[in-house]
């Protein structure tokens, strides 16, 4: 894993240079597999950066598009992170509807629509049962609890190791999300983390010492390239560290 950390002043700065390096593993992607497979974050912050996805001229065939985590509400809700991504972007260029992979959250059992969307996964990595699919790219955020995707503190969700879509929980209501093991596969992961209500989770991220248990996304180190990108309001005790 090589590990890339980067304060911005400003939002914008962040989003724009995650959005270089995301052009620059899409390009690598489709060089080298001819295809590119993109897990997206939930949540606010990506939304200006999906904005600025909608504006470029990308070979959208050969891009297929899933999610990290849902939360289990229908696909039109108004916090469905299909629905705002789709609104930002997916519905304003021309992916072919089969390369937009959704979790499914209409069968009324999490556990179920997490196996389902198991299968589509395998289905599309033609990987087998037990083994984890590497996506090209990973894009996260982080809660002020240091969640990431739906891996909340202290939830079951952290310790399942043999799957690679499971049923996360924030305070009581049911999410779907990736596994750790299956986010760590990832060729590149690209944190996006902006606000200072995020300063004190950074800190705990990135202690040398602190539990996965307290901190999720501390468990996240994947095999390829991790870049975290953060502003001055959420990154400035970083910046002072020694
Ligand atoms: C979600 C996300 C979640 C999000 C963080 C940060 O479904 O909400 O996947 O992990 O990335 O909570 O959210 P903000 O970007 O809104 O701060």
């Given at each position: 894993m090589a590990l890339f950390v980067e304060v911005l002043p400003h939002k914008q700065d962040l989003l724009s240079r995650a959005l270089a390096v995301m052009k620059t593993e899409i390009s690598r992607s489709l060089a080298a597999r001819g295809q590119c497979a993109i897990a997206l974050a939930g949540g606010s912050t990506p939304k200006p950066l999906y904005e600025a996805l909608a504006q470029l001229d990308l070979p959208w065939s050969k891009i297929h598009i899933f999610w990290g985590d849902e939360r289990y509400?229908?696909?039109?809700?108004?916090?469905s992170n299909q629905r705002m991504a789709r609104e930002a972007w997916l519905d304003h260029v021309?992916?072919?509807?089969?390369n937009i992979h959704p979790m499914a959250?209409?069968?009324?059992d999490p556990a179920q629509d997490a196996q389902i969307h198991e299968g589509q996964l395998q289905e599309f990595f033609a990987t087998a049962p037990g083994e984890f699919p590497a996506f090209d790219l990973v894009l996260l955020g982080i809660g002020?609890?240091?969640?990431?995707a739906s891996l909340f503190?202290?939830?079951?969700a952290l310790s399942?190791?043999?799957?690679l879509v499971t049923v996360g929980e924030k305070q009581g209501e049911p999410r779907l999300t990736f596994t750790i093991p299956l986010i760590n596969q990832a060729r590149c992961v690209i944190f996006l983390v902006s606000g200072d209500s995020k300063r004190p989770a950074l800190a705990r991220i990135f202690a040398?010492?602190?539990s996965h248990l307290d901190f999720?996304?501390?468990?996240?180190?994947?095999?390829g390239d991790l870049w975290w990108f953060m502003d001055q309001a959420a990154g400035s005790e970083l910046k002072a560290r020694p």
């Open positions: 509400v229908p696909a039109d809700h108004p916090d021309d992916f072919p509807p089969e959250t209409t069968s009324n002020d609890d240091a969640h990431t503190p202290h939830t079951a399942v190791g043999d799957r040398p010492e602190a999720p996304a501390r468990a996240i180190k994947p095999q």
